[in-house]
């Protein structure tokens, strides 16, 4: 992205994932992020050594970053965060609950000293309530949401598969910080945000809420199908290549009997009406009669190889995808990539979504443990 936020200084006390996606996200944008290390590291450093012998999760979210070693316990180090803080824009921590207070580094006693420090504080479950205190990782997150509960398979429920909850956290906590930027500009006020990781999977988890709640319906864990929907799912073709499609209104579902269902094998459907087959009449009539028209599908899209029901779907206008191995991905056409630094040479990062069009992109390196030390203390000294 160009660099919009080119001047601002962001400081950070961060690890793992939710905080180093939302100051990553403005390294991009040009802000400079001074990025406080414990002496042996974040510790998404050593998750993997997947990438030239470096974690995949620390290449992915530091990139542009200065990596500056610190001890909360040493006095002389708490001064130089004091006298950053003064300069800084943002300051953005997700220490253990109360580690940061505890050190003399309150949020709202930051504010009340610096007026235009904006702080965001980045915790597992709130700054207040019961668990406010409890430790919190992705996966124990997705449990405690709810969010495993609705994933998986009928028989047993299930993890996304990336850190969903550390994402969305970093993904509200980085709008947030520029919603509060663009604030200051026009109040001169500064802002304090707190973001936690059970909060944003919470308001992801608004629809089976609702459903739930008001509706009285509990989605289940429909693996690869969608709970309220039908015909959306994936169904095997007759090479053995699973095939996704998804059907979103009656005039879809009629293109896809018609053109599709209709005009596949005839002697599957044995001469079934089935655009006018009251089993399949309104979305609800198909989720309820689900097992009946998955059988009538199957049956089609196993008499011919997945690229040919492609072929009719794409005729028919019909929404589909492929199940995609990670070699798939690696290959994908629609891919756009960036070359981001590394300390062990380039690496090639599937490209954050938004282009600006027309405006050049611009990626910094991925800092060594401690690679800014001496030039940040000296320009922080006393």
Request: glycine share 10%; charged share 25%.
């Amino acid at each position: 992205m160009p660099n919009d936020l080119e001047g601002l200084l962001v400081v950070t006390l961060e690890q793992a994932v939710a905080a180093p996606y939302a100051s990553s996200r403005l390294a991009d944008a040009g802000a400079r992020v001074i990025k406080l290390e414990r002496e042996e590291g974040d510790f998404a450093r050593r998750y993997d050594a997947c990438v030239h012998g470096e974690s995949a999760y620390f290449v992915w979210l530091n990139r542009g970053k200065e990596s500056v070693r610190f001890d909360f316990k040493d006095s002389g180090d708490k001064a130089m965060l004091r006298r950053m803080l003064a300069r800084a824009d943002v300051f953005i921590q997700n220490l253990a609950p109360g580690a940061a207070a505890r050190a003399g580094f309150a949020s709202a006693d930051l504010r009340a000293e610096f007026p235009r420090l904006i702080t965001c504080d980045i915790s597992g479950y709130g700054e207040d309530g019961p668990f406010r205190d409890m430790k919190a990782y992705d996966l124990l997150v997705q449990a405690e949401s709810g969010l495993a509960n609705i994933t998986g398979t009928p028989d047993e429920p299930g993890r996304v598969g990336v850190s969903v909850c550390d994402i969305a956290c970093g993904m509200y906590a980085h709008q947030a910080i520029l919603q509060a930027l663009f604030a200051r500009e026009r109040t001169g006020k500064n802002r304090g945000i707190q973001v936690s990781l059970y909060g944003a999977m919470a308001d992801w988890m608004n629809v089976p809420y609702l459903q739930h709640h008001y509706g009285g319906k509990t989605p289940g864990r429909p693996g690869l199908n969608h709970p309220t929907i039908a015909p959306y799912g994936a169904y095997e073709c007759g090479d053995g290549k699973p095939l996704l499609i998804s059907i979103q209104n009656e005039r879809e579902w009629r293109s896809l009997c018609e053109n599709v269902l209709g005009g596949m094998d005839e002697n599957v459907l044995g001469g079934m009406d089935i655009a006018n087959d009251p089993r399949f009449a309104t979305n609800p009539d198909r989720v309820a009669n689900r097992p009946a028209l998955d059988a009538i599908i199957l049956g089609v899209f196993g008499g011919g190889p997945r690229e040919e029901i492609i072929a009719r779907l794409e005729a028919a206008k019909i929404a589909y995808g492929r199940l995609s191995s990670l070699d798939d991905l690696v290959a994908h056409p629609q891919n756009r990539f960036i070359e981001v630094r590394t300390s062990a040479g380039e690496v090639k990062v599937l490209a954050p979504p938004p282009i600006a069009v027309g405006e050049p992109e611009s990626y910094g390196p991925v800092p060594a443990l401690g690679e800014h030390d001496a030039a940040v203390r000296e320009e922080f000294g006393d």
